[in-house]
C-alpha cells in the first residue's frame, strides 16, 4: 500500500521569505510523485511532477521539488514566496500510470502568507 | 486544450433525497476518468475511475455510484443521501498512457 505524510497542517511564512513544505512517502515500487495546490474553493492545479531522472524537477510560479531516495522525500520549496500563494498544497504518490493510477494524497499543507 | 466542466457548482440537499453531479472533459478523446471526495478541510480520497464508456470501477464504496455512458462524460449518483456525504466533488482525468491527473473545478454538497 502506498501513503504520503505531509507532517506540517500549517505553515506561516512572511511574504519574501523561502519556503519548504515537507512530505514523506512510502511506496515499495517506483514512485510518480506530484505536488498539487488548491486555492480556496477550487479544484487542484499540478504544480509539479517527478517520474524519473534530475531529482530536482522545476514546477509552476517558482515553485521547485527535490526527489531524495535516501530519505523518501519528496519537498516542495519555493526562495520567494508571495501573498498569492496563500492556499492549501498536497503532495501525491502514484502507483502506476496508465488506465488504473491511483493518487495518493497527503492530508495537505495550509499555507499563509503573511505581506 | 482541453477543459474540465463539473455541475452543479454547488448543491443543498436533504437527507433521503437523490443526488446527481456531472463531469464533461472537452478536447480529449477516451481519457481516465476519475471521481475524488474531500471531506471538509481534508484530504482526498478516490472514489472511481473509468477507462472507457461503459465501465467504471469503484476504489472506495461511500453509498454512491458513477456511471460512463458518453466518452466525455462522467456521473456520480445515489437514490439517498447521507449526511456523510457533505463535501467536496471533484472529477479529474488523464490521457491513456501519462501518470498525471488534472482536476476540475469541484461541486460542494451540503446536506442537510
Known amino acids: 500500500a502506498q501513503s504520503v505524510t505531509q507532517p506540517d497542517a500549517r505553515v506561516t511564512v512572511s511574504e519574501g521569505a523561502s519556503l519548504q513544505l515537507r512530505c514523506k512517502y512510502s511506496y515499495s515500487g517506483t514512485p510518480y510523485l506530484f505536488w498539487y495546490v488548491q486555492y480556496p474553493r477550487q479544484g487542484l492545479q499540478l504544480l509539479l511532477k517527478y517520474y524519473s531522472g534530475d531529482p530536482v524537477v522545476q514546477g509552476v510560479n517558482g515553485f521547485e521539488a527535490e526527489f531524495i531516495k535516501s530519505n523518501s522525500s519528496f519537498h516542495l520549496r519555493k526562495a520567494s514566496v508571495h501573498w498569492s500563494d496563500s492556499a492549501v498544497y498536497f503532495c501525491a504518490v502514484s502507483n502506476s500510470g496508465g488506465s488504473n493510477a491511483k493518487l495518493t494524497f497527503g492530508k495537505g499543507t495550509k499555507l499563509s502568507v503573511k505581506s | 486544450a482541453q477543459t474540465i466542466h463539473q455541475w452543479p457548482v454547488a448543491e443543498i440537499k436533504a437527507v433521503g433525497s437523490p443526488l446527481s453531479l456531472g463531469c464533461t472533459i472537452k478536447g480529449k478523446s477516451s481519457p481516465n476518468l476519475y471521481w475524488y471526495w474531500q471531506a471538509t478541510g481534508g484530504t482526498l480520497q478516490q472514489l472511481f475511475y473509468?477507462?472507457?464508456?461503459?465501465?467504471v470501477e469503484s476504489v472506495v464504496q461511500l453509498n454512491l455510484s458513477a456511471s460512463r455512458p458518453k466518452d466525455d462524460q462522467f456521473i456520480l449518483s445515489t437514490e439517498k443521501l447521507l449526511l456523510s456525504h457533505s463535501g467536496f466533488y471533484l472529477c479529474?482525468?488523464?490521457?491513456?498512457?501519462?501518470?498525471?491527473?488534472?482536476f476540475g473545478p469541484g461541486t460542494r454538497l451540503t446536506v442537510l
Open positions: 479529474a482525468w488523464s490521457p491513456d498512457i501519462s501518470y498525471e491527473q488534472y
Open positions: 473509468s477507462i472507457t464508456v461503459g465501465q
